[in-house]
T-cell receptor
Framework: GNSVTQMEGPVTLSEEAFLTINCTYT??????LFWYVQYPGEGLQLLLK?????DKGSNKGFEATYRKETTSFHLEKGSVQVSDSAVYFC????????????FGSGTQLTVLP | EAQVTQNPRYLITVTGKKLTVTCSQNMNHEYMSWYRQDPGLGLRQIYY???????DKGDVPEGYKVSRKEKRNFPLILESPSPNQTSLYFCASSLTEQTEAFFGQGTRLTVV
């Protein structure tokens, strides 16, 4: 079956630090990969996505590259802000499945001023 | 405004008392799902629906029911809630199984 493994949290960084959150996946088909973000008290919202190998998704300064050879989709940002504090979820959607998303366990990020 | 609306946002109930959490989307999406979010476990899918009258079990369906009588609505039913169903619940919809999912604000359920 499909699964997503995410870096354990919580992660605490100072403002302007570099961020990496690791994500690896297992899928039986040809998945699309996503990063969702959850701000306190809110639902999840899409941060970025990539639909095929070597695609790079980017949004709000965040980037992630779909690496088929390492089955990874690591999230990066060069300079985090306090407003980036949230929970980040890696997820996949498999073309061979109608089940929408399989999520990782989430990584809590706190950015200190 | 495109949105997924869940109600209620917060609910405290007693063991065994039937409850329904409603979910409605205004984007004409085919796919809808229910997830529960628990600390350290991420989001786990309870049920999903590919279209009207088409539903199937996700990873943790025990103790839950769903129905999809209209495209826009996908209620989650707990016939006899138990304390282990205390959780944060999210409804989501998407145009297809591969496209972006839109999430509701969540329903925090406590069963005592």
């Amino acid at each position: 079956g499909n699964s997503v493994t995410q870096m354990e949290g919580p992660v605490t960084l100072s403002e302007e630090a570099f961020l990496t959150i690791n994500c690896t996946y297992t899928a039986t088909g040809y998945p699309s990969l996503f990063w969702y973000v959850q701000y306190p008290g809110e639902g999840l919202q899409l941060l970025l996505k990539a639909t095929k190998a070597d695609d790079k998704g980017s949004n709000k300064g965040f980037e992630a590259t779909y690496r088929k050879e390492t089955t990874s989709f690591h999230l990066e940002k060069g300079s985090v802000q306090v407003s980036d504090s949230a929970v980040y979820f890696c997820a996949l959607s498999d073309r061979g499945s109608a089940r929408q998303l399989t999520f990782g366990s989430g990584t809590q990020l706190t950015v200190l001023p | 405004e495109a949105q997924v609306t869940q109600n209620p946002r917060y609910l405290i109930t007693v063991t065994g008392k039937k409850l329904t959490v409603t979910c409605s989307q205004n984007m004409n999406h085919e796919y809808m799902s229910w997830y529960r979010q628990d600390p350290g476990l991420g989001l786990r899918q309870i049920y999903y629906s590919m279209n009207v009258e088409v539903t199937d079990k996700g990873d943790v369906p025990e103790g839950y029911k769903v129905s999809r009588k209209e495209k826009r609505n996908f209620p989650l039913i707990l016939e006899s809630p138990s304390p282990n169903q205390t959780s944060l619940y999210f409804c989501a919809s998407s145009l297809t199984e591969q496209t972006e999912a839109f999430f509701g604000q969540g329903t925090r359920l406590t069963v005592v």
